[in-house]
């Protein structure tokens, strides 16, 4: 085809591994060392399916191949969880579809066999532990619940056979609001802990009947298991509260190990068998802030914090594994705006990062025994590809190439920038994203992404909810700053907004010093700037709109707008109060003093000093529905130009590859007008839009002089 900029059909055909950085690894390595057993999902948006198997490659020879044949489906998001056998001839793993009721062992010399669990399906969203074979082989530990499948359980998922309806599939543009707004989830039934026997094919539960499962590993004996979790507690409660036990394999019997308000998760066995890591809240009972890595014996004795004294720099522990020795546990960070592997050793010396520096992105670690480790590795511009290391080495070598069709593809450069806060308390980061033939002394349009969250800005591969990177081909600069109140960057930056900060003023002042840096640095044209942003960075979004005319065009997707409201409906129990005060830095919406800072920030309160044009994107099935119908609404009142789509069967987060191309066509249809001037299809829209321009073109030119406006911006643009 030959060498041409990346484009949004590259971004939808990229070959991926890793779901998340915190969720469940899809790569595993032999024991031996030898080979690589990893999830390959590939989408095709024609047929809207994606396509998710098992591949494995020989470290040695370097050549990976499949080892499955799934069919088809609209669901992305299916955890397989391959796990070896201690002797490295089989792996485990969950069959995929609904219900997910089989665990199938794949035999490295051919044949396979297929267990059903019973009752309920096994259960994919527990951090690293989905399957894990007992030390002997003869066992593999899981955990069994009700959810009817592998993929994220969700009143909001309709039935299969209703993503095949091609009269909507792409998405309903509407003039008028249309949104529904549903509650949370009832807590659902406990998450067992059960073992597979796979000589007899007999399924056991382990433990009393009330006992929620969140996390687990064997010892090393075989004998015990440890499990993160809790016996009054479930669902999002028990995410929160889970507590560390010991569970006998031979009687089922439960022993206490560590009982502390908060979490404490994943746990891990040292090899040894004389400790328990496991990440943990340090007995505080916190929602959005993450834990920092512990050890305790397994009688419930001599707990410690190895890392203590780093958190201003390392914050948000991820999975945990053991050195062979047991002298030191491996924990992955978030870490400035990358994902590393540090070291960290049980009784003394420093934490030690051991990837190599910069903007990158690793994930889903898997240890051999023999010391090699097999991980995802990424960046802003390098798709997702497996790669190996030896652990007193650390330099990455990739082991596949599964998106060599991407490799002629020109991309941006990209720029790691940093700027002090407006209020001097903190020096913020972000990623500058810019043309691939980009020339100093020229200007480019700007598109800042706000993400959502509040979480990290990953250094990962294309975008968590717009095409930036085939953006910045296509010639625009783009901004993604890591504002306060994520990860990254230690406690006190993570925390920054649960301890009392703004949840929107400050963030959105280390935005835009991030903006004023970059035109400062002649990158961007300050007369072609737009701002986009999904569920939190939305709702930053429509904030900052309502304090600033400096950008040319929005995109809002699925946030909020009307915060008092949010807030009002979610003051409902003691988890959901504790949460929102995390979230806001705020107290009760119903104390007069609170009411007033909330109202003095909620968008929707200050609509009318939107001058923006606002593209509107959400679920049909989402909570944030009805917020973006009021959004829509309250434009459509002021005669703010505005574009309100709905997508079909899609909650918070848009599934459908089909979808997704449309949303990322949008996207860049919006922005490429009204920062651009590229023509728009439809003649009548562009005469209605250009209406719009002229206009504030003169209210600008007004405002300059300190002249009144004579303009009409309560027309409405479609009409």
């Known amino acids: 085809m030959g060498a041409r900029p990346i484009q949004t059909e590259d971004l939808l055909r990229a070959v991926t591994i890793a779901e998340s950085s915190n969720g469940s690894p899809e790569v595993a390595i032999s024991p031996d ?12 948006p024609a047929e809207n399916r994606y ?7 020989d470290i040695a020879v370097g050549k990976a191949r499949a080892l499955t044949s799934h069919e088809f489906s609209v669901h992305p998001h299916a955890v397989l969880g391959p796990c070896w056998s201690p002797d490295s001839t089989c792996v485990a793993y969950v069959l995929p579809g609904a219900p997910a009721r089989r665990i199938r062992l794949l035999h490295v010399d051919g044949g ?34 009700a959810d009817e499948g592998n993929v994220p359980s969700h009143p909001l998922l309709a039935p299969e056979g209703s993503y095949l309806d091609d009269d909507v599939r792409h998405g309903i543009e509407i003039d008028l609001a249309r949104g529904s707004t549903l509650g949370w989830q009832v807590p659902p039934p406990v998450q067992s802990l059960c073992v597979l026997d796979v000589q007899t094919g007999r399924v056991s539960q382990l433990g009393p009947r009330t006992l929620n499962v969140t996390g687990f590993d064997w010892s090393p004996d075989g004998r015990r298991l440890v499990v993160a979790g809790s016996t009054q507690h479930t669902g999002p409660a028990a995410d929160s509260r889970s507590d560390l036990m010991i569970v006998d394999v031979a009687s089922g019997e439960l022993e206490p190990c560590l009982d502390q308000p908060g979490a404490d998760e994943h746990p891990v066995w040292s090899p040894d068998g004389e400790w328990i890591a496991f990440v943990s809240h ?14 305790i014996r397994p009688d419930g004795s001599a707990l410690t914090y190895p890392a203590r004294g780093f958190e201003e720099r390392l914050f948000d522990a991820g999975n945990i594994f053991w050195s062979a020795d047991s002298s030191a546990m491996f924990v992955e960070y978030p870490y400035r705006l990358g994902r590393h592997l540090f070291r960290v050793p049980l009784r003394e010396g420093d934490p030690v990062q051991v990837t190599p520096p910069g903007d990158h992105w690793h994930s889903s670690f898997s240890a051999s025994s023999t010391g090699r480790v097999a991980f995802v590795r990424e960046s802003p511009v390098d798709p997702q590809e497996v790669c190996v290391a030896d652990l007193d080495s650390t330099s990455p070598r990739p082991v596949t190439r599964l998106n060599g069709h991407l490799a002629d593809r020109i991309r941006p450069s990209v720029r790691h920038l940093s700027w002090r806060s407006a209020d001097d308390r903190f ?5 500058l994203m810019l043309p691939p033939d980009h020339a100093d002394g020229r200007r480019y349009p700007l598109l800042v992404e706000l993400v959502g969250g509040p979480t990290m800005v990953p250094a990962a591969f294309g975008s968590y909810a717009f095409p930036v990177l085939a953006m910045a081909a296509r010639g625009y600069a783009v ?28 963030p959105w002042r280390d935005a835009m010093g991030g903006v004023d840096l970059v035109i400062q640095q002649g990158w961007a044209d300050p007369q072609r700037m737009g701002v986009m942003g999904h569920s939190y960075g939305a709702l930053l979004l429509a904030y900052g709109l309502t304090r600033s005319d400096r950008f040319q065009a929005a995109a809002f997707h699925e946030g909020a707008v009307d915060t008092l409201r949010t807030m009002a409906f979610q003051w409902d129990s003691p988890d959901n109060i504790a949460r929102c005060r995390e979230n806001t830095g705020r107290g009760s919406p119903f104390e007069p003093a609170e009411r007033d800072a909330i109202l003095a920030e909620s968008p929707l309160h200050h609509v009318h000093r939107i001058h923006t044009p606002v593209l509107i994107e959400s679920g049909e099935l989402s909570p944030a529905a009805m917020e973006a119908a009021i959004f829509a609404n309250a434009l459509h009142d002021r005669g703010v130009p505005m574009e309100y789509v709905v997508y079909p069967r899609t909650g918070h987060v848009t599934d459908e590859v089909a979808l997704i191309a449309d949303d990322y066509r949008r996207d860049v249809t919006w922005f490429d007008y009204w920062l651009r001037d590229v023509p728009l299809t439809d003649r009548v829209k562009q005469q209605r839009y250009d209406e719009w321009k002229r206009s504030m073109r003169a209210r600008a030119a007004a405002q300059a002089l300190d002249e009144p406006v004579h303009t009409t911006t309560r027309k409405d643009p479609r009409r």
């Open 479 to 506: 901004l993604v700053p890591n504002t306060r109140g994520r990860p990254g960057f230690g406690e006190t930056f993570g925390r920054a907004i649960a301890a009392g900060d703004a949840e929107f003023a400050e």
């Open 112 to 145: 396979q066999q297929d267990f059903a669990i019973g009752s309920g399906a096994v259960v994919t969203g527990v951090g690293s532990s989905v399957l894990r074979w007992s030390p002997d082989g003869r066992l593999i530990a899981f955990v069994r619940g």
């Open 282 to 295: 340090r007995g505080e009972h916190t929602w959005t802030v993450g834990g920092v890595p512990a050890v």
């Open 427 to 431: 020096d913020i980061h972000g990623l």
């Open 33 to 44: 060392g030898r080979r690589v057993v990893f999830r390959r999902r590939e989408g095709f």
């Open 51 to 57: 396509r998710v198997d098992l591949w494995t490659v």
